[in-house]
């Protein structure tokens, strides 16, 4: 009996003592090494981008793509073929619907690591963008496809599937790999309005295995919500509302990449925007102490030139009717500025290359061309170990995203 109490203070010690235990699953940093590169094909014009992505991509990495029918995959490895990219580099994958979305990093799977080395797919929530009230008026068929599209992919692969009834897009996340989560709340919260912060934080350290998250507050102006999309005046853009590939990216567990705009870009009205709210995003960067106490490496990278397109509003095209229905002063005919989602942040790394935007060409201003240059000098010091290759991403842009957005890392299995 004499022993009962010193029995119950050992006892009582150590189911009060912490106890770090691993998360069940967590989101390897892009950096780490790959399986293989996912995207989706769909025949139209950006493809022309990620063949490139694809003629550069190193051996060690295999390029899966995801289309919607054979008579697509017929197409592709006759073209491939004819740009001697051998059938051993790659896999198809052949959906049983069309993507709403052929952003294979948002709407597809997002790759997730097991304690044991192996992985499973994250399949979350999903409002195409936010779209709360379905405006767009997409079927409910599609809708139904596309939120299980991530979960049809896994069990192909024979992958166990983590599911989550928070929308989280691919493009909306980025981490360090040592348990920090950047998020943005202009796109977290406006696709989860049913959710506290508080609610939201738990659901994501759950799913991602992350400790602590950094909370940035918008991105740049040409990345404006797709549903909103006025900047201002007849200043016009269709994008995700904020995405954090857009302009703030970690390239190791202590170095963030912000876009900047230079001094000079801020006589454009865009680029001011954008200055402001980085601006903003810097300070809380800036604030932000690891768990060691120690601050971010914050690197600013240039913002492109922003490319104005001048364009007269017609009810043939679904943009325009979308832009004169959602504002009362926009009518057919009247004149436009639209400008596509740029960034030299978008980029993706694979386990040889850095497939980085550049938009100089022949024609365009010298700004584009010295900015294209520190843009490369920049990752070329951060990515000794691998190649830089820097593709011209305005096809993909055009479309409201970049190559990293057409991209998603598969990471390689831990033995």
Not at 175 to 190: D, K, S, Y
Not at 234 to 261: I, K, M, Y
Not at 365 to 370: A, D, H, N, Q, R
Not at 381 to 407: E, M, Y
């Amino acid at each position: 009996m004499r022993y009962r109490p010193l029995l119950f203070v050992v006892l009582f010690a150590a189911c009060s003592s912490p106890r770090k235990e691993a998360p069940e699953h967590t989101l390897p940093p892009e950096w780490a090494p790959h399986e293989a590169v996912w995207f989706t094909y769909t025949g139209i014009a950006i493809d022309t981008v990620l063949d490139r992505m694809l003629m550069e991509l190193d051996t060690t990495t295999l390029a899966v793509c995801v289309i919607d029918g054979d008579s697509i995959a017929q197409r592709i490895r006759a073209r491939w073929d004819s740009l001697g990219i051998a059938p051993d580099r790659y896999r198809v994958e052949i959906a049983v619907d069309s993507l709403l979305s052929p952003v294979v990093r948002d709407a597809g799977p997002i790759f997730l690591r097991k304690p044991d080395g192996t992985l499973a797919v994250l399949d979350a929530d999903w409002n195409y963008y936010g779209d709360l009230d379905n405006l767009v008026g997409s079927p409910d068929h599609l809708l139904a496809f596309e939120d299980s599209f991530p979960t049809m992919l896994a069990r192909r692969m024979g992958l166990p599937v983590v599911h989550s009834d928070l929308v989280i897009e691919g493009g909306a996340v980025e981490v360090n790999g040592a348990g920090v989560l950047l998020q943005v709340e202009a796109v977290t919260m406006q696709r989860n309005p049913g959710w506290s912060r508080d609610s939201m934080e738990h659901e994501l350290k759950r799913v991602l295995g992350v400790r602590d998250i950094i909370w940035l507050k918008e991105g740049p102006a040409d990345d404006m919500w797709y549903l909103e999309p006025r900047i201002h005046g007849n200043v016009f853009n269709q994008g995700t509302g904020g995405h954090v590939d857009e302009f703030c990216r970690f390239v190791n567990d202590s170095t963030v990449l912000l876009a900047w705009p230079d001094e000079a870009d801020l006589t454009d009205s865009v680029q001011l925007i954008t200055g402001q709210r980085m601006d903003v995003n810097l300070r809380i960067l800036e604030r932000f102490r690891d768990r060691e106490g120690r601050a971010l490496n914050i690197i600013k990278v240039p913002t492109p030139d922003t490319e104005f397109h001048d364009h007269v509003l017609t009810s043939r095209r679904s943009y325009d009717r979308m832009l004169m229905m959602r504002y009362e002063d926009l009518h057919e005919g009247d004149s436009i500025r639209y400008i596509p989602a740029a960034s030299y942040l978008n980029f993706l790394i694979t386990n040889g290359r850095v497939f980085a935007p550049a938009y100089w060409h022949e024609g365009k201003p010298s700004s584009m061309k010295e900015k294209d240059a520190r843009v490369l000098e920049v990752l070329n010091k951060l990515f000794p170990d691998r190649s830089v290759v820097q593709v011209d991403p305005r096809a993909i842009n055009w479309r409201g995203g970049g190559v990293h957005c057409w991209t998603q890392q598969q990471p390689l299995v831990k033995e």
